[in-house]
């Protein structure tokens, strides 16, 4: 099981460029979502999505497209990005296909390593 | 008024003591909460997850919550320099368990 994947681990776009954020989970999870860190805040929900076909806006949707045409890829697009989008993104995955009925441990969420991203 | 608040610190205590990690919650229906630690450049990670009111214990990490008072605290025993990391607090709110509203973290510094 390697969990959750995120590549790039680092990128450095000029601005205006656009880039998509490759986010995969191999644990049958249901929920996966986005979320920015910007330098000594916490975590910022950008997109969710609750299975396949199915996405929703967080806190900050803003620049961001995602899609969820499989169980296991949430891919993040930034269209023209802006110096404002420079931040670590992480891709989270919860909340197994195969449940225990609800228990809170379901809602674990397992984070991805992050994406360092600087806008110039 | 902020969803979950955390005093950012630093929370600076020696080797062996107890450190006492805070948590306020503004959404009174919020179901679950959990903490996790994040090590400098990490990505975070679940170390306590809580939903009824009382005392939870994992090793030497106690949970605690107060609904009525909407808070959620973790007790961090026997302090050890690897416990170093910032911790963050996370809430469900009411009506599903779908998205979870993060705290901006507590970074705490075990000092040997």
């Known amino acids: 099981n390697a969990g959750v994947t995120q590549t790039p681990k680092f990128r450095i776009l000029k601005i205006g460029q656009s880039m998509t954020l490759q986010c995969t989970q191999d644990m049958n999870h249901n929920y996966m979502y986005w979320y920015r860190q910007d330098p000594g805040m916490g975590l910022k929900l950008i997109y969710y999505s609750v299975g396949a076909g199915i996405t929703d806006k967080g806190e900050v949707p803003n620049g961001y497209n995602v899609s969820r045409s499989t169980t296991e890829d949430f891919p993040l697009r930034l269209e023209l990005a802006a110096p404002s989008q420079t931040s670590v993104y992480f891709c989270?995955?919860?909340?197994?296909?195969?449940?225990?009925?609800?228990?809170?441990?379901?809602?674990?969420?397992?984070f991805g390593p992050g994406t360092r991203l600087t806008v110039t | 008024q902020k969803e979950v608040e955390q005093n950012s610190g630093p929370l600076s205590v020696p080797e062996g003591a107890i450190a006492s990690l805070n948590c306020t919650y503004s959404?009174?229906?919020?179901?679950?909460f959990f903490w996790y630690r994040q090590y400098s450049g990490k990505s975070p990670e679940l170390i306590m997850f809580i939903y009824s009111n009382g005392d939870k214990e994992d090793g030497r990490f106690t949970a605690q919550l107060n609904k009525a008072s909407q808070y959620v605290s973790l007790l961090i025993r026997d302090s050890q320099p690897s416990d170093s990391a910032t911790y963050l607090c996370a809430v469900t709110p009411s009506g599903g368990y779908q998205k979870v509203t993060f705290g901006t973290g507590t970074k705490l510094q075990v000092i040997p």
């Open positions: 959404d009174r229906g919020s179901q679950s």
């Open positions: 989270a995955s919860s909340y197994p296909d195969s449940t225990s009925g609800g228990a809170s441990t379901d809602y674990e969420q397992y």
